[in-house]
């Protein structure tokens, strides 16, 4: 928090030495009778520029651990003001203070290249939002097969306490499972997310069934009704992991 707080300080520090120079050069070397609309324009972009800059950095430095996994996002937009900030500095340099061109003109071209700098911009911000968020499903759809997972591992350390004569029977086709889907493809596709649903269905109730055959209830869940739940599993793993084969 500390150091967060320094970077802000530090930048906060140098925007206003840079914004007291560039004041300071106008207003220095300008008469108040030169300092007609051209002039006040390009003193408002310059300082707009300087303003679009800081902002920027702040955002960086706030976002933290956002923008280490956005860097090249954040790069984009960082180089498209860099080039807006460029852009204005030849204009004021090129149309105000060599060629003097008419106020209208000049005013027009600083508001096409505003515009052209915020276009782009918010295309990169928007392209950044969409791969966040596919980075975040393809997280959640990560997690869910770990998900899994755990839970057919923790179903098969259910079944060591059972003494029913099924008991190995049903612990080689859970390690059968559990086998098959460590080695199916983690990261899945948007298109499967029925197949997937219905797995972790599958799975939940294979879960509560094995506790409930543990506990020698078979009345609720036999075993050859946990053989088929299993089957059933392993027959939507396979489908889905040759859908996702078929999609790469």
């Not at 956005?70 to 004021?92: F, G, K």
């Not at 209208?104 to 928007?126: C, D, E, Q, R, S």
């Not at 755990?150 to 003494?163: K, T, V």
Request: aromatic letters at 10%; glycine letters at 4%.
């Amino acid at each position: 928090m500390r150091q967060l707080t320094s970077y802000k300080g530090i930048t906060t520090t140098i925007f206003a030495i840079i914004l007291i120079v560039t004041l300071s050069l106008f207003f220095s070397f300008s008469e108040t009778d030169t300092r007609d609309a051209s002039w006040w324009l390009s003193l408002g972009v310059l300082v707009l520029a300087e303003v679009i800059s800081f902002g920027f950095v702040l955002q960086m430095i706030e976002s933290g651990h956002e923008f280490k996994a956005s860097v090249p996002a954040y790069m984009s937009l960082a180089a498209v003001i860099t080039i807006y900030d460029a852009a204005v500095l030849l204009h004021i340099v090129l149309f105000w203070l060599i060629f003097e061109i008419p106020f209208k003109i000049y005013l027009f071209i600083h508001i096409l290249t505003l515009a052209a700098m915020l276009i782009v911009g918010l295309l990169l911000g928007m392209a950044k939002i969409f791969i966040r968020r596919q980075e975040a499903d393809e997280q959640i759809r990560i997690q869910s097969m770990k998900q899994l997972y755990i839970i057919l591992h923790g179903a098969r350390m259910e079944l060591d306490s059972c003494q029913h004569a099924d008991r190995d029977t049903l612990r080689e086709l859970l390690y059968s499972l559990e086998e098959q889907l460590k080695y199916s493809d983690p990261i899945s596709h948007p298109a499967l997310v029925l197949e997937e649903a219905e797995l972790m269905e599958k799975v939940r109730q294979l879960d509560s069934g094995v506790r409930s055959f543990v506990r020698e209830r078979p009345a609720l869940h036999s075993s050859d009704e946990l053989r088929q739940l299993m089957l059933d599993i392993a027959k939507i793993l396979r489908l889905r992991n040759e859908r996702m084969t078929v999609m790469k």
